[in-house]
């Protein structure tokens, strides 16, 4: 392994899994139009916000009949909405392969404490069974995992008939792989993932059987109106047109719009799907020839072209107590962070300690061939001590 250090840097050295990287070209200038200092209930602010969720809808391919909404505090705002609003009259079956899903296993049990809650876990690295999973009970589940790059295959696992209401948390997952809205009842996820928008602000997809639901059932717990989709036991049609719980940040929107028009601009969701599948087959390309590193993920069917997640394989970093392995994603992150070659490439606090690049449609292939031999750089500089 050379230990030479590098000369040229990637043009941009953002690979993090969230904040993601900003759409290639992007500027403060994209953000010009931005309708600030106006109230968001004004006539031009609802066109703005009518427009993210209209843009939005046509580039997933939402179907007609489901409702979109922009909600408060991002993914976790959105999730938080649909489980408090919707669970508790039958069944839960929660996946949980990673840190985002057991934080919804928890809630689920810990925090509503729902009786009939089933957890189906697997370790880092693994997906657990779905053919365990009952479609009887309510589903939630997060399609791809971003702390442990593990993805669920396809949709096929899911009947397209199913009794309980499937929710999903798509957040790392949505304009960078199929995820057939159709099939699934609750979709959420916020801007600042594959289209490198900004935090704060979550998108909610509701089919129609999510809002008869709402309309149908009313949990015993109290809800705040953060989280409240229901008006007088009916759904709260005004969310779903443009009219939002709370104020929006304005040039959040704006930014948003900048990146669901580059989206359209370069060729929409094939085009997007297709980056992301470039972006891991370039890394997969960099495992192959790299002794060193492998995927979290061994099974190509569930490794995610998002969240890249690698594992360090070497005698000497696998001979190292737990302590002292956490600490090289950590020196080698350092050390590239003040070479302005990589930002926040190591693992997710919880998962095991490793490396973790973006390889949504905002990052170019280009920057990630320009990475590896920093990444190679950094590891032997880490290890030499
Ligand atoms: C799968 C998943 N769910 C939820 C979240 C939390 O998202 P947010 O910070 O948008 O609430 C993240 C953030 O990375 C995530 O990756």
Redesign the pocket.
């Known amino acids: 392994m050379t230990a030479t250090k590098p000369t040229i840097r990637p043009q941009n050295p953002c690979f993090g899994?969230?904040p993601c990287s900003k759409r290639p070209g992007w500027s403060p200038a994209a953000l010009e139009g931005a309708l600030t200092g106006r109230s968001h209930r004004s006539e031009d602010g609802r066109a703005r916000i009518k427009e993210v969720s209209d843009r939005s809808r046509q580039l997933l391919g939402v179907p007609a009949d489901y409702r979109v909404a922009l909600v408060p505090a991002?993914?976790?705002g959105a999730m938080g909405m649909a489980m408090w609003s919707l669970l508790g009259p039958r069944g839960v079956d929660v996946l949980a392969w990673e840190s985002?899903g057991q934080t919804w296993a928890d809630d689920i049990t810990e925090q509503l404490k729902l009786p009939g809650a089933r957890v189906l876990s697997a370790d880092y690295g693994h997906i657990p069974d779905l053919a365990q999973i009952d479609f009887g009970h309510d589903v939630v589940f997060?399609w791809?995992?971003?702390t442990s790059g593990v993805r669920v295959p396809d949709a096929s696992f899911i009947p397209a008939e199913h009794d309980g209401l499937v929710i999903c948390?798509a957040?790392?997952a949505v304009f960078a792989m199929e995820v057939p809205i159709a099939r699934l009842d609750v979709v959420t996820y916020?801007w600042?993932k594959v289209l490198g928008g900004e935090?704060q602000h979550g998108m909610l997809i509701l089919s129609p059987r999510a809002v008869a639901r709402l309309e149908s059932y009313a949990p015993s717990w109290p809800l705040p109106k953060i989280f409240r989709l229901t008006k007088g036991g009916r759904l709260a049609e005004a969310i779903f047109a443009a009219d939002t719980i709370n104020t929006p940040s304005m040039l959040c929107v704006e930014d948003a719009l900048d990146g669901l028009r580059w989206a359209e601009t370069i060729g929409g969701l094939p085009e997007l799907t297709r980056r992301s599948q470039t972006n891991l087959a370039v890394v997969a390309g960099w495992v192959e020839r790299t002794p060193w590193v492998e995927f979290l993920a061994a099974d190509p069917a569930i490794r995610s072209s998002t969240s890249i997640c690698l594992k360090i394989v070497d005698e000497w970093f696998t001979g190292l107590t737990t302590a002292e392995q956490a600490q090289v994603p950590k020196k080698m992150v350092s050390l590239l962070e003040s070479e302005r070659a990589a930002y926040d490439v190591a693992s997710y606090r919880d998962a095991p300690p490793g490396l973790r690049l973006w390889g949504g449609a905002t990052v170019l292939p280009a920057d990630l061939e320009a990475v590896f031999p920093w990444l190679d750089w950094a590891y032997a500089e880490v290890k030499r001590g």
Do not use: A, E
Request: aromatic share 6%.
């Open positions: 899994s969230g991002s993914d976790t985002f997060t791809n995992g971003t948390d957040t790392s916020s600042q935090g």
